[in-house]
């Protein structure tokens, strides 16, 4: 028999409603691992505090997350996506660059372009705002497209 905690969920009921709660005191656990299934490997995926305004990138292995959360107090946690595309087979690599700088890249590694929509997840603040292309974008087979912001 196993003992332990986890927090578990699905990336997809989370598209607007991001990991929150408030803890009593007293409780015997100051951290607890979470689990976030329904990702894709190709993606980066993000632990976002959207109190503290500050993030930090999680592995993502065979569809799942996991990320350790600190559980003094209320928190408001975003875990998962924070840019999403129409093609699975895409990369997509997301990376702070700066104080409030971000690089974002996807890459194809077919060998036939794929146009595709960029989409920043409702729940991810550092990138509210920024003017992401509003229409498809055309990736080359085999190459990459990145923006800053």
Request: aromatic letters at 8%.
């Given at each position: ?53 500050k993030s930090r990138p999680v592995g993502v292995l065979e569809g799942k ?54 989409r920043v997840h409702p729940c991810f603040d550092p990138l509210r705002g920024k ?19």
């Amino acid at each position: 028999m196993q003992a332990g905690f986890a927090l578990r969920a699905d990336h997809a009921s989370l598209s607007e409603h991001p990991l929150a709660w408030s803890q009593v005191k007293g409780q015997l656990i100051s951290s607890l691992p979470v689990a976030v299934s329904g990702l894709n490997d190709r993606w980066s995926a993000f632990l976002y505090d959207r109190q503290l305004k500050k993030s930090r990138p999680v592995g993502v292995l065979e569809g799942k997350a996991w990320a350790v959360i600190n559980l003094a107090g209320q928190a408001d946690l975003f875990v998962g996506h924070p840019v999403l595309v129409d093609h699975a087979e895409l990369f997509v690599q997301l990376t702070q660059s700066g104080v409030e700088k971000w690089t974002l890249e996807i890459h194809n590694p077919t060998d036939a372009p794929i146009p595709t929509r960029l989409r920043v997840h409702p729940c991810f603040d550092p990138l509210r705002g920024k003017a992401l292309p509003a229409g498809p974008i055309a990736i080359p087979s085999g190459e990459s497209w990145i923006g800053n912001y």
